[in-house]
């Protein structure tokens, strides 16, 4: 089955720096790359995702890469807010199969 | 529009008692799934259905029952819960069908202990 790894665990950063998250996945049928942030107590959601036939995408201050030959997939957020802390997911999709596999998340904290 | 909307919140059960998580969503969606979440574990699919009448198993099925009789409702029964069942549960629904689920709904969450 698929295997997602994802790191770090932990990323502390300083309100306006940068963070960056990043993912490897093992099932090559996997075409569907979703990240969801996780705020106390929620569940998740989705803020962003990209399809296997797309290299980059972009959101205001968030942007998802793919490199589907070596299998690694980034999510990027510029100039950081302390709202941007939570618990941060990627997963890998086989829409074939119809599952997700998730990572085991990134738990960001923007200090003030 | 409540979105997908699970209960309860919060259960304690004893090793060996039975009991139904409920899930309903009113997105009309085909695709719903269960997840748990432990710590450092992210989250893991228990049973997932692509429409009425048809269920699957995920990655960690066992001790856990579902069916799918409406679109709406995709109940999780524990059959004889286990401390090993303690976790927080949530569940999930996508306008996508087997063939590409697309972004998932989740709710809440159902967190659950077992003494």
């Known amino acids: 089955g698929e295997n997602v790894e994802q790191h770090p665990s932990t990323l502390s950063v300083q309100e306006g720096d940068s963070a960056v998250i990043k993912c490897t996945y093992s099932?090559?049928?996997?075409?569907?790359f979703p990240w969801y942030k996780q705020e106390l107590g929620k569940g998740p959601q989705l803020i962003i995702d990209?399809?296997?036939?797309?290299g980059e995408k972009k959101d205001q201050r968030i942007a998802v890469t793919l490199n589907k030959t070596a299998k690694h997939f980034s999510l990027h957020i510029t100039e950081t807010q302390p709202e941007d802390s939570a618990v941060y997911f990627c997963?890998?999709?086989?829409?074939?199969?119809?599952?997700?596999?998730f990572g085991d998340g990134t738990t960001l904290t923007v200090k003030p | 529009n409540a979105g997908v909307t699970q209960t309860p919140k919060f259960q304690v059960l004893k090793t060996g008692q039975s009991m139904t998580l409920q899930c309903a969503q009113d997105?009309?969606?085909?695709?719903m799934s269960w997840y748990r979440q432990d710590p450092g574990m992210g989250l893991r699919l228990i049973h997932y259905?692509?429409?009425?009448?048809?269920?699957d198993q995920g990655e960690v099925p066992n001790g856990y029952n579902v069916s799918r009789s409406t679109t709406e409702d995709f109940p999780l029964r524990l059959l004889s819960a286990a401390p090993s069942q303690t976790s927080v549960y949530f569940c999930?629904?996508?306008?996508?069908?087997?063939?590409?689920?697309?972004?998932?709904?989740f709710g809440e969450g159902s967190r659950l202990t077992v003494l």
């Open positions: 259905s692509v429409g009425a009448g048809i269920t």
């Open positions: 099932d090559s049928a996997s075409n569907y």
């Open positions: 997963a890998a999709t086989n829409t074939n199969a119809g599952k997700s596999t």
């Open positions: 999930a629904s996508s306008y996508g069908t087997a063939g590409n689920p697309g972004e998932l709904f």
């Open positions: 990209i399809r296997s036939n797309v």
């Open positions: 997105m009309n969606h085909e695709y």
